[in-house]
């Protein structure tokens, strides 16, 4: 079995004071793929301790730092990382990073931690920089496919796909995050084969959600979006056992604005 577990973690070092290490050591996945990990590669590693193989695109170059960051931590080694998405402009975004993982039955398994642009409809190009990256995460995604490995991309896709995906759909059908051109490419993956795992253990909803404000009663009145997803190739996907939200009992056992998204997998 191959737990996996994918969370916006909102910047380590507030996410450790806050009682990450409890849960990760209660959940022990053997993939722990993270996102907004907003620090340094020693830093990250002085957290996990060193028990964890780590690929870690680190924040920074293209005026991110401080607020991205990706990374994957298997207990398992890793034997190829890479960061390359389309455009040249993406290189140093940390928002990407693939990792090589081998299997028990000698297959390999790509995991990808993926961070994308939150975009903002009233500013047009903010949003194109957002579509672009989709773009390229599309092709990549079919490149990597292509040769016959699982592969699984996990993270915070800042896009809920359908109305049973956010508590006030309604309000927020001109945001970003639930604009129709970001809900089509949601539609292209799936319709390529892709498997939304959220959604097809979660039920028909309205939610599961993953991400609530901070501020006021959104988390208490569970007003939130899923915005956070595990995505996994067909062939991975049939594998797959469950896949569920790790919501916080109460508000204050937060240690994150997401809540982790974790899956178990035969293989």
Same mark, same amino acid.
């Given at each position: ?56 695109? =680190? ?8 607020? %991205? #960051?990706?990374?994957?931590?298997? @207990? &398992? ?104 051109? =970001? ?8 319709? %390529? #084969?892709?498997?939304?795992?959220? @959604? &097809? ?67």
């Amino acid at each position: 079995m191959l737990r996996v577990a994918t969370a916006n973690v909102n910047g380590i070092r507030a996410a450790y004071r806050r009682g990450m290490a409890d849960w990760l050591t209660a959940t022990d996945p053997d993939l722990l793929l993270m996102q907004e990990v907003r620090a340094s590669d020693e830093i990250l590693r002085d957290h996990l301790g060193g028990d964890w193989f780590i690929a870690h695109a =680190e924040p920074g170059t293209d005026g991110s730092k401080g607020r %991205a #960051g990706v990374a994957v931590a298997s @207990r &398992r080694p890793i034997k190829a990382e890479r960061c390359e998405v389309g455009p040249e402009r993406f290189l140093g975004c940390g928002r990407w990073i693939e990792a090589d993982v081998v299997l028990d039955d000698g297959s390999t398994l790509t995991a990808v931690s993926v961070y994308v642009h939150t975009g903002e409809a009233e500013t047009p190009p903010k949003q194109e920089e957002k579509y672009a990256f989709l773009d390229a995460m599309m092709v990549r995604l079919t490149e990597l496919r292509a040769d016959g490995r699982h592969v699984l991309m996990c993270g915070d896709l800042n896009i809920a796909h359908r109305e049973e995906d956010l508590k006030a759909w309604k309000a927020n059908r001109k945001k970003s995050g639930f604009l129709p051109d =970001e809900r089509a490419w949601l539609d292209r993956l799936f319709a %390529a #084969g892709w498997v939304d795992l959220g @959604r &097809r253990f979660g039920g028909d909803g309205p939610g599961p959600y993953s991400w609530w404000s901070w501020r006021g009663k959104a988390f208490d009145n569970d007003a939130g979006w899923r915005i956070d997803y595990q995505i996994a190739s067909p062939e991975l996907a049939e594998k797959a056992d469950d896949c569920a939200v790790h919501r916080a009992p109460t508000y204050a056992e937060r240690w994150s604005d997401h809540a982790p998204v974790v899956a178990t997998y035969q293989v």
